[in-house]
């Protein structure tokens, strides 16, 4: 069996502006690198990793980072972990999207899993590519723990996709917040999910999603 750490990334300057980032590719806040350096630890503590991967945003790359310097292994970008695509949400603030586009927002909000932002990339192909891509890190890995550091929507759309509840049910699947760790299984072909958004070594790092995403 291969366990595949999914790592939501540490705080963002986007997060804490509350603008939507999607493939738009702002940094961490010091708070993101202290949380992304506490996660590390956590996971270079409790798990045998032996690689780590990340999306090629800088948000997840520096993340990904902060666990492959305790290992001193390489961080191996690939772009098939990167975050939906937004399309003309891009770089804008939530009130913004919400005001300009308010049709496809409120999709957003409701029914997610039947949703694309604006011009952007539907959740239900970003599921698809996240679990293509897992699927090909996972082999390329067997036997073996790996680390991978990527986003929000991405592991939400992945989470529906494999625990059986499908797209319809991906409104009822919650945020991880950042820094925390998912674990996802695979042998014999299959995805399982194990501990899911584990957080509690952030303590009074930890930072919510806002309420209106």
């Not at 705080?11 to 590719?25: E, I, M, V």
């Not at 390329?140 to 939400?156: F, G, K, L, Q, Y």
């Not at 820094?179 to 303590?203: C, D, M, P």
Request: contains cysteine.
């Amino acid at each position: 069996m291969t366990t595949l750490l999914l790592i939501r990334h540490g705080q963002s300057q986007a997060n804490l502006t509350r603008h939507f980032a999607g493939h738009y590719d702002p940094a961490l806040t010091e708070l993101g690198i202290k949380q992304a350096q506490c996660t590390a630890e956590f996971l270079t503590a409790n798990y045998p990793i032996s690689a780590v991967y990340s999306s090629d945003l800088k948000r997840a790359f520096q993340t990904g980072e902060a666990v492959a310097e305790k290992l001193s292994l390489p961080v191996r970008k690939d772009a098939g972990l990167r975050e939906i695509y937004a399309g003309q949400w891009e770089g804008k603030t939530f009130d913004e999207i919400s005001a300009q586009f308010p049709e496809d927002y409120h999709c957003w909000l409701t029914d997610v899993g039947h949703c694309r932002p604006t011009g952007g990339e539907s959740t239900e192909a970003l599921s698809i590519r996240m679990e293509d891509t897992l699927r090909r890190i996972a082999e390329e890995n067997p036997d073996s723990v790996v680390a991978v550091a990527t986003h929000a929507m991405a592991i939400r759309a992945l989470r529906s996709r494999v625990s059986g509840v499908g797209m319809e049910g991906m409104k009822d699947i919650p945020w991880t917040v950042n820094a925390s760790v998912t674990e996802l299984h695979y042998e014999n072909g299959r995805f399982s999910l194990g501990k899911i958004g584990q957080a509690e070594h952030l303590q009074d790092l930890r930072t919510e999603m806002p309420a209106n995403v």
